[in-house]
């Protein structure tokens, strides 16, 4: 019950700092350089720009109508994730706006472009991490793939890459053109903060001295392996193949046990972006 309790409260940490980032970034480099980007944000600077209609307040309506789209087609539990960055966003992006010192980190476009694309694939990261949603205009894509099957990546870029052509009225092309590159550095550093602390690596050996291999990765690395039976293409040799998964950082370790055994092993390493069982999402299980 306490784990389950401290997890929660661990998950709303997250879905705080994530937004509270999100509105730094918008706070220090899209206002005021002039920056364009999608999402709901992009939305905002739209409305703003054409109608007059503070950033804040059309942040906050927009993501209460899209709370409640949600929660009506998605459910309740989408609702409860999703309900502390509908209303939280909003609120901390007003309290940014009214520290000077937030507004002028630099006029350099394409550093403040940089750094925005950083801050805000970071912050939807951690958030997506916690098991919520950042609001807004991550909802459309969801709902149009419930009711329609369209992808959601592919919804979500879509949906972007509009907001962004919609900004011309207001924005020059260079302006449209440091957006398209704000898009994409936050999509890949989100890409990178989904996957940090998940990768391993896989490791694949060939060797007549398998069976002390494979005793030295369990007795001095402590993981599990799996032994594959294989045949040599050219000889066809029946052989085992010792297959494990092991952290990053232990490569090297076992290079070096595997070459106190048999320097002529032939091993294949190739990264997985993640592993699930135990010795890593489960605990241990010794026999």
């Given amino acids: 019950m306490i784990k389950r ?32 980007t999608g999402g709901t944000t992009g939305l905002a600077l739209l409305f703003y720009h054409q109608l007059n209609v503070p950033i804040t307040i059309f942040v906050s309506i927009f993501n209460i109508s899209m709370f409640v789209l949600g929660a009506v087609i998605l459910g309740k539990k989408f609702a409860f994730t999703t309900l502390i960055s509908t209303f939280y966003y909003p609120f901390i992006l007003g309290v940014l706006q009214t520290i000077p010192e937030l507004k002028n980190m630099t006029s350099d476009h394409l550093l403040a472009t940089i750094y925005a694309g950083i801050m805000i694939g970071f912050s939807i990261g951690i958030v997506i991490k916690a098991g919520a949603s950042t609001g807004g205009m991550d909802i459309p894509p969801l709902v149009l793939n419930k009711k329609l099957g369209f992808p959601v990546s592919a919804v979500m870029y879509a949906l972007d890459f509009t907001i962004l052509l919609s900004q011309i009225l207001f924005a020059n ?115």
Avoid at 5 to 31: E, H
Wanted: aromatic share 8%.
């Fill in 173 to 287: 092309k260079e302006q449209v053109l440091y957006g398209i590159l704000l898009v994409l550095i936050y999509t890949v550093v989100l890409d990178k903060v989904l996957l940090l602390g998940q990768s391993r690596t896989q490791v694949k050996i060939i060797s007549d001295k398998y069976e002390e291999i494979n005793q030295m990765i369990i007795k001095y690395l402590d993981r599990g392996s799996t032994l594959i039976q294989a045949e040599t293409g050219y000889c066809h040799n029946n052989n085992l193949v010792v297959l494990t998964v092991i952290s990053n950082r232990e490569l090297s370790k076992l290079n070096e046990l595997v070459n106190s055994v048999d320097p002529k092993a032939f091993m294949i390493i190739n990264r997985v972006n993640e592993v699930k069982g135990r010795g890593f999402t489960m605990e241990k299980y010794y026999i």
């Fill in 5 to 36: 309790y401290s997890a929660i409260l661990k998950n709303i940490l997250l879905i705080l700092l994530g937004n509270t980032i999100y509105a730094m970034a918008v706070t220090m480099f899209i206002l005021p350089t002039g920056l364009i």
